[in-house]
């Protein structure tokens, strides 16, 4: 088992940047993909972007190709989320993800994961 916990949101002016951190702890870090996922009140969550066990493979929703960068640093424990470029509509809590995997990919349904954080809310103001 793994237990997540998220931080390094707030409130940001658009165009700006953020980091988001998650901590993890418990089992093996590098059994675990992990992911970056948010919900905006009123709408379901979405996918965000992935990493493998590794770090080698990663993959973005389009919303936010080009603008976001998720990393790992499997010796720390941590999973970060680099945000620059912030839009209003990138407004909502943001959660980290684990899934237990041998595989060496990344995932990007909800349903794949196996742990979550209790969220950061990132709030970008127009």
């Known amino acids: 088992q793994v237990q997540l916990v998220e931080s390094g949101g707030g409130l940001v002016q658009a165009g700006g940047s953020l980091r988001l951190s998650c901590a993890a702890s418990g089992r093996t870090f590098s059994d675990y993909a992990m992911g970056w996922f948010r919900q905006a009140p009123g709408k379901e969550r979405e996918f965000v972007t992935g990493?493998?066990?590794?770090?080698?493979?990663?993959g973005y929703s389009d919303s936010v190709k080009g603008r976001f960068t998720i990393s790992r640093d499997n010796a720390g424990n941590m999973v970060y989320l680099q945000m620059n470029s912030l839009k209003p509509e990138d407004t909502a809590a943001y959660y980290c993800a684990a899934r237990l995997t041998f595989s060496g990919t990344y995932y990007n349904s909800a349903g794949a994961y196996n742990y979550w954080g209790q969220g950061t809310q990132v709030t970008v103001s127009s």
């Open positions: 990493i493998s066990r590794s770090g080698l493979s990663t």
